[in-house]
C-alpha cells in the first residue's frame, strides 16, 4: 500500500503571500517523504509542472493544560512541510473556487 505523501495544505498569512509573490505553495507532508516523492505527487495531483522543492522539519512543541487537579504536560507532534516552488504561468487553485 503506498503511503499518503501530501497530507493537507498550508493556508497561512505567510503562505498566501507566498503563493502571491513568488508562486510558492506550502503543504504539510508526510515524515517519511523526501523531495522527488514530493514533486511527483504535487504534479500528479494538480497537474502541474514543479520547478524546486524545499522541505522543512517543524519540532514539536510543548503544551500542558490544568484541570482541578493536576497539570497535564505533553507536546505537539512535529511535522514536515514543503515548500514547492512551480514554474511560472503556473498556479494551484487550493480552494476550488469555480471561476
Do not use: W
Not at 508562486?23 to 523531495?35: C, I, M, P, R
Not at 522543492?53 to 493536576?70: D, E, I, L, W, Y
Not at 514554474?87 to 494551484?92: L, Q, S
Amino acid at each position: 500500500m503506498a503511503k499518503q505523501i501530501l497530507i493537507r495544505p498550508v493556508i497561512t498569512e505567510k503562505a498566501t503571500k507566498l503563493a502571491d509573490k513568488r508562486n510558492t505553495y506550502a503543504f504539510v507532508v508526510n515524515k517519511g517523504a523526501n523531495k522527488i516523492e514530493i514533486r511527483t505527487a504535487v504534479e500528479k495531483m494538480f497537474n502541474v509542472t514543479v520547478d524546486s522543492v524545499n522541505t522543512a522539519v517543524m519540532p514539536g512543541k510543548p503544551k500542558s493544560r490544568s484541570t482541578k487537579t493536576a497539570i497535564i504536560r505533553g507536546t505537539k507532534s512535529s511535522y514536515k512541510k514543503a515548500y514547492v516552488t512551480l514554474t511560472p504561468g503556473e498556479t494551484i487553485d487550493l480552494f476550488g473556487s469555480e471561476e
